[in-house]
């Protein structure tokens, strides 16, 4: 049997390994404690936080029917939030969202979809792979201090761009690929409080603020109820301010929510920030994914098309398919 080694368990590395484990030996390293990427959940003090992905859609046949089963089961639900778009602090729109066009999130909180997708796979967490070592037939891979973490067939690299870049071969088309790819950062701001604020919206879209979106977490499904908050921050500013003082970054970022809310946040009994280097990347053109059978190496993830849900679970299942009909070995 085909051994597959699947390097991070983001939803793209999720879907190939389940896509594949029925047909080869597949396993999978993530370096973190948890699983699911940017479809993370944070656990403080009571409140609950989903700081990376808000909510997701679902525009194609393949993952519409990919997400019947989860939602069947309560893996993923409808989130039927009153939307805002706001002009820094104005209202400009609100609608609310429905049935007709559900933006879905996980249940009873983000980070469920990483953990039923992972159920009964192979996967090593907190486990770094530094090196790959091409061999004849296949590849052995070593963590930092060279430890040998196995030998495998195949690779398939679900990384960000540039994590991709530093384990795929030097002058490789891999390589080369992550090169042109310009990833964009994000800062998250969680805030929980022990009353709820007066907002007439649950989810907001921001524009002419350093920060792009304000959500009430607590309002999505299954969600416990004290009053929390999660704010991102538009990706130019966390461009800007990727190396700088993350306390300094978060009291900045709390000032401008609040002049954006017209509410004071002094009531918070929670605040806490996260940066995710890695959050989104420009649009492009081009293939989900990328497969060289001549050294059985492969790669996708969201940052292929663009970083949403969707585009992660295209990627993710294209190769899947695209690997299915090329002879493993």
Request: hydrophobic letters at 40%.
């Amino acid at each position: 049997m085909t051994k597959v080694a699947v390097i991070g368990a983001g939803l793209s590395g999720l879907v190939v390994a389940r896509e594949l484990e029925s047909f080869h030996s597949v396993t999978v390293f993530e370096k973190s404690s948890g699983v699911g990427g940017r479809m993370a959940t944070r656990y403080a003090d009571g409140f609950e936080f989903d700081h990376g992905a808000q909510f997701f859609t679902a525009r194609s046949p393949d993952f519409r029917h990919y997400l019947q089963p989860m939602i069947e089961r309560g893996v993923v639900a409808i989130w039927r939030a009153r939307f805002a778009e706001l002009d820094r602090g104005t209202i400009v729109s609100q609608r609310d969202w429905d049935n007709d066009y559900p933006h879905y999130v996980g249940a009873p909180r983000m980070n469920e979809i990483g953990k039923h997708l992972a159920a009964d796979l192979d996967v090593r967490r907190n486990t770094t792979v530094s090196m790959l070592e091409r061999e004849p037939g296949g590849w052995c891979l070593r963590d930092s201090g060279r430890k040998n973490l196995g030998h495998f067939d195949w690779v398939v690299l679900t990384m960000p761009a540039a994590q991709t870049a530093a384990l795929a071969p030097d002058g490789s088309d891999l390589h080369e690929y992550c090169k042109s790819v310009r990833m964009r950062a994000c800062f998250a701001l969680m805030l929980g409080f022990d009353a709820p604020l007066p907002l007439p919206w649950q989810a907001a879209l921001v524009r002419g603020a350093d920060i792009s979106w304000v959500s009430v977490n607590s309002s999505k499904p299954g969600r416990p109820e004290p009053f929390s908050l999660v704010v991102h921050s538009t990706n130019a500013f966390a461009d800007a301010n990727i190396s700088g003082d993350l306390v300094e970054i978060a009291a900045r970022l709390r000032t401008e929510t609040g002049e954006v809310l017209g509410e004071s946040l002094e009531a918070a009994t929670f605040y806490r920030q996260q940066r995710w280097r890695y959050a989104n990347a420009d649009n492009r053109d081009g293939a989900d994914f990328f497969v060289d059978e001549s050294v059985q190496l492969a790669a996708c993830g969201d940052w292929f098309n663009r970083g949403r849900v969707e585009a992660a679970f295209t990627s993710g299942f294209g190769l899947a398919q695209e690997l299915k009909g090329v002879a493993l070995r």
